[in-house]
Every structure is written in structure tokens, then in C-alpha cells.
């Protein structure tokens, strides 16, 4: 896949998923104002299927990426990079359990249940909280043991210079 293409895929991701929690949100506004009509139904629908099919995607992306990181296990970052993906698989079964979680007691609390499910606390910690939290976790480790990711493809393949805003162009000598 081309860059550019990659680039604008990104994008659209980001686009879909900014849209579906704008969509939850209004929902939300309109329940706890008082008003749960059918407009209001309709958008916590649209909101979580939107988000649904943005982390369905994501799988596919993961996968994908997944099958081509034994392509070219010289390239710069490769290991980097290969930390960052297994951390994004790791987190993706924690999300989905937040995902389902939160849609359910949307939905149960719109339709006016008052359930143990959507009131108690240990179930809000359980299948709320600590899914973040261990997400949270699994992406600082990620991140922090890729911090200097710049400085290894640099040594892999030439010189570094800075262009502004933490961004570094490697020239390739050679």
C-alpha cells in the first residue's frame, strides 16, 4: 500500500471514529437531559455501530500488518515497530471488552433498565476501569521501549539531522 493512500486511510479511520463519538455523545447529552426519544436511540445506534465497524477494521489492520512485518526484517525500525504492533494486538481484546461494555449499558440505560449490570460499581470496575487501565499500561511499556527508534534506524543507516517539531530525516550515506 502507498504511503499517500496509507496516509488518507488513517485519516478516514480517524474521521469515522471522531463521528461515531460525536453521534455517542449527543445521545448521551439528550438521556441525561430527559429527552430519550427515538432520535436520540437512533444516534447511541449509529454511534456504536460506527464504532463497532472501526474496531472490526482495526482487527483487519492489525492483521494485515501483522502478515507483512516478515517481509524485510532489516528495515529501519523493524523491531521497533514489531513492539509497537504486538502491543496494539494485546490491546485489541481489552477494547473490544470496553466497546461492549459501554454499548450495552447505553443501550440498557436508554431503554430505562436500571440493572445491576449498569449500577454496580464492581461491574463498572471490572469491565470499565481496569481494561483501560491495562491498555494504558501494555501502551506506555510499548512506547517507552521505542522511545529511541530514531536513533536506531540512524544507526542502522546513516545520519540524522532534526527538521523541526521532533521530526528527523535520515539521510543514508553510502
Request: with cysteine; net charge positive; hydrophobic share 50%.
Amino acid at each position: 500500500m502507498g504511503r499517500k493512500l496509507e496516509w488518507i486511510l488513517v485519516i478516514q479511520y480517524h474521521v469515522a471514529v471522531s463521528v461515531a463519538l460525536v453521534l455517542i455523545i449527543i445521545g448521551v447529552v439528550n438521556l441525561e437531559g430527559g429527552t430519550s426519544n427515538a432520535t436520540t436511540s437512533a444516534l447511541l445506534k449509529a454511534g456504536a455501530i460506527i464504532l463497532i465497524v472501526c474496531w472490526v477494521a482495526l482487527v483487519f489492520w492489525t492483521q494485515s500488518s501483522m502478515r507483512q512485518q516478515g517481509e524485510d526484517i532489516h528495515a529501519m525500525g523493524y523491531a521497533e515497530g514489531t513492539k509497537l504492533l504486538y502491543g496494539v494486538l494485546v490491546a485489541l481484546p481489552l477494547v473490544a471488552l470496553r466497546l461492549i461494555y459501554a454499548i450495552i449499558s447505553l443501550f440498557l440505560e436508554a431503554g430505562g433498565s436500571s440493572s445491576a449490570f449498569t449500577t454496580s460499581v464492581a461491574v463498572k470496575v471490572c469491565m470499565s476501569v481496569v481494561p483501560e487501565m491495562i491498555v494504558t499500561i501494555v501502551f506506555v511499556v510499548a512506547g517507552i521501549s521505542t522511545r529511541s527508534m530514531h536513533k536506531t534506524a540512524s544507526r542502522q543507516n546513516g545520519h540524522y539531522r532534526d527538521v523541526g517539531s521532533g521530526v528527523l530525516l535520515v539521510e543514508r550515506t553510502g
